[in-house]
């Protein structure tokens, strides 16, 4: 292999390094809410009498904990909430601390929302809130939905929020599959059409 197309190769890789850091994804640990589900196994699944959810803060005057397997049970329907999902019941709030945040870049929080079914009809609000931007649903009953909210991260720390509203009974709103991720920067998406430009270059240098 010529010294040519070892540069090629090596430009190409160094290029893609360089767009990977930019578009790396802030991790949002146990975002869906499997890591300690096992230990919720006295009904009805609050972390009362189970265990804290592992990685978030709850706090009330409701209450916090896991549903769906491997936890002991599930008081949603319809049957999609199988998998581990947390809820809150009531009014209170679910947060995280997340570190590793580049001041002035862009990201999208991804999460899905649901709400227990109520005889009565009963409905409540869910803000979920990041760094100043915020984001106000009213879950349903019909399965989860998948929200996206957008910020510009002024702090390389931030703490995510989920905050119920307080309804007229203990309506249940459920939470899962939360992460975030980084938006590509207009010089990020330029490295990537230059690495696959070397690319290009390299393979062609190589069969010549």
Same mark, same amino acid.
């Given at each position: 292999?010529?010294?040519?197309?070892?540069? =090629?190769?090596?430009?190409?890789?160094?290029?893609?390094?360089?767009?990977?850091?930019?578009?790396?994804?802030?991790?949002?640990? /146990?975002? =869906?809410?499997? *890591?300690? &589900?096992? $230990?919720?196994?006295?009904?009805?699944?609050?972390?009362?009498? /189970?265990?804290?959810?592992? *990685?978030?803060? #709850?706090?009330?005057?409701?209450?916090? =904990?896991?549903?769906?397997?491997? &936890?002991?049970?599930?008081?949603?329907?319809?049957?999609?909430?199988?998998?581990?999902?947390?809820?809150?019941?009531?009014?209170?709030?679910?947060?995280?601390?997340? =570190?590793?945040?580049?001041?002035?870049? /862009?990201?999208?929080?991804?999460?899905? $929302?649901?709400? +227990?079914?109520? @005889? @009565?009809? $009963?409905?409540?609000?869910?803000?979920?809130?990041? $760094?100043?931007? #915020?984001?106000?649903?009213?879950?349903? #009953?019909?399965?989860?939905?998948?929200?996206?909210?957008?910020? %510009?991260? #002024?702090?390389?720390? !931030? %703490? !995510?929020?989920?905050? %119920?509203?307080?309804?007229? *009974?203990?309506?249940?709103? &459920?939470?899962? /599959?939360?992460?975030?991720?980084?938006?590509?920067?207009?010089?990020?998406?330029?490295?990537?059409? !230059?690495?696959?430009?070397?690319?290009?270059?390299?393979? +062609?240098?190589?069969?010549?």
């Amino acid at each position: 292999m010529g010294r040519k197309v070892l540069f =090629g190769l090596s430009f190409v890789v160094a290029v893609g390094l360089a767009a990977a850091s930019e578009l790396r994804a802030q991790v949002v640990l /146990n975002g =869906g809410f499997e *890591d300690n &589900a096992g $230990d919720f196994t006295a009904f009805p699944g609050y972390e009362a009498g /189970n265990a804290p959810i592992e *990685d978030f803060t #709850s706090a009330g005057p409701g209450q916090s =904990g896991i549903n769906g397997a491997p &936890a002991c049970c599930t008081n949603f329907a319809p049957s999609v909430f199988s998998s581990a999902f947390a809820f809150i019941q009531g009014a209170g709030s679910l947060s995280q601390t997340i =570190g590793g945040f580049t001041v002035g870049s /862009n990201y999208t929080l991804t999460y899905q $929302d649901a709400a +227990r079914v109520q @005889d @009565d009809g $009963d409905t409540n609000t869910l803000t979920t809130s990041i $760094d100043g931007a #915020s984001l106000v649903t009213i879950p349903t #009953s019909a399965g989860f939905i998948t929200r996206s909210l957008n910020f %510009t991260a #002024s702090a390389g720390t !931030l %703490t !995510l929020l989920f905050q %119920t509203g307080t309804p007229l *009974d203990d309506q249940s709103i &459920a939470i899962d /599959n939360v992460s975030i991720a980084a938006v590509p920067e207009p010089s990020t998406m330029a490295l990537l059409g !230059l690495g696959a430009v070397g690319l290009v270059y390299a393979a +062609r240098r190589r069969r010549a």
